[in-house]
């Protein structure tokens, strides 16, 4: 806590300093490939919000240059942070709306991967922004109405830019289910569904991604009557695994011969990302929650990516013809391309905001 109320950082560096904002690590995954273009032309600061993130982040510093959790929202913290750091230009993620960082900064800032909400204070602060580069056209017309300049290219999260690596898991031989981002609440939905599945498929692996590691502990215990053990224990013979590493959850989707999103299978969340295990060619089946995710829903859907289910037995039902092979991805879409459009509109206009050359 002191050093975000006291933040101390000494930057030496030629290049234009660019001070990038993200809240967690799924906001500076979504990030990545944006970070790696503008790191071309400026020495990027890139500050935090979550503790939990700074592990991570410290393992990906070929995405930025500097690393500095998020100043405390205070006059004197941000102001004294500025004075070090002395930005060109501050880029913002999603919905990190702070009142005092917004308003004391005076140097050119841009929001990013926005989407509107209608808060008093996301119509007070999007005036302030430079930019806003959002996800739809819905996103776009609102934040216009709040008075904001805007402008929409699409969910960044379609670009899904990730570092060539092997994230390799032991199991024991069968057909295995990835079940990613699942928090507490969705565990009675989870254990039904792999309850009935398992009657069906003899030999059936579960790899379960808990949202926050912090809730290993528990799914553990709530798992109990399928003798899990944790992914860090490296044992071969296990058909439940809990992930209880971080930041591996993209690359272990490419092991599911069935992919779940988790958020979605709850009330109140609203879903996380359903395109990671797109990327890996693997369909994707999540619940009816779906609010926080509903563009990438609508794209899954109409492409014919994934699944949307509403109770244990239609998960299960889908789920053994995507395992029993009746259903399978469709061969010829083209995930790169669109990510590839939406990744040049956004640079598009960062370059035009910030007079970038090339």
């Known amino acids: 806590m002191l050093i975000r109320l006291f933040p101390k950082i000494e930057v030496s560096t030629q290049k234009p300093v660019l001070w990038f904002h993200c809240a967690s690590v799924g906001e500076f995954n979504t990030a990545k490939p944006i970070l790696l273009e503008l790191k071309k032309h400026f020495f990027i600061l890139l500050t935090y919000f979550s503790p939990r993130a700074k592990a991570f982040l410290l393992k990906q510093k070929e995405f930025y240059d500097a690393l500095h959790p998020l100043p405390l929202d205070l006059p004197f913290s941000v102001g004294r942070f500025l004075k070090q750091v002395r930005p060109v230009a501050l880029l913002i ?30 119509k007070m602060l999007s005036k302030e922004f430079d930019l806003i580069v959002c996800r739809t056209e819905e996103d776009k017309k609102r934040f216009e109405s709040f008075g904001a300049k805007s402008t929409a290219c699409g969910n960044l999260k379609f670009v899904l830019e990730r570092e060539e690596k092997d994230v390799e898991i032991n199991l024991p031989k069968g057909k295995t289910i990835v079940v990613g981002s699942i928090h507490p609440s969705e565990l009675e939905f989870i254990k039904a569904f792999y309850t009935k599945m398992s009657e069906r498929f003899k030999d059936l692996n579960l790899v379960l991604v808990p949202r926050h590691l912090s809730k290993v502990d528990f799914f553990m215990k709530e798992l109990a009557d399928f003798k899990p053990c944790l992914r860090s224990s490296s044992r071969t013979d296990c058909r439940v695994v809990v992930v209880d590493t971080l930041g591996e959850l993209f690359y272990l989707y490419k092991h599911g011969d069935l992919c779940m999103v988790g958020g979605s299978f709850s009330k109140g969340i609203g879903g996380h990302n359903l395109l990671e295990p797109v990327c890996h060619r693997k369909l994707t089946v999540f619940g009816p929650y779906t609010q926080k995710v509903k563009d990438l829903e609508g794209f899954v859907l109409s492409k014919g990516l994934g699944f949307k289910v509403k109770s244990v037995q239609e998960a299960v039902e889908v789920a053994t013809r995507v395992i029993s092979g009746q259903v399978s991805f469709p061969a010829d879409f083209d995930l790169a391309g669109y990510a590839k459009q939406i990744k040049d509109c956004y640079m598009f206009w960062i370059k035009r905001c910030l007079q970038i050359g090339g």
């Open 93 to 122: 993620m999603e919905r990190e709306l702070w009142y005092f960082l917004i308003k004391k900064v005076k140097v050119k800032k841009i929001l990013l991967n926005a989407y509107a909400k209608g808060s008093v204070l996301e």
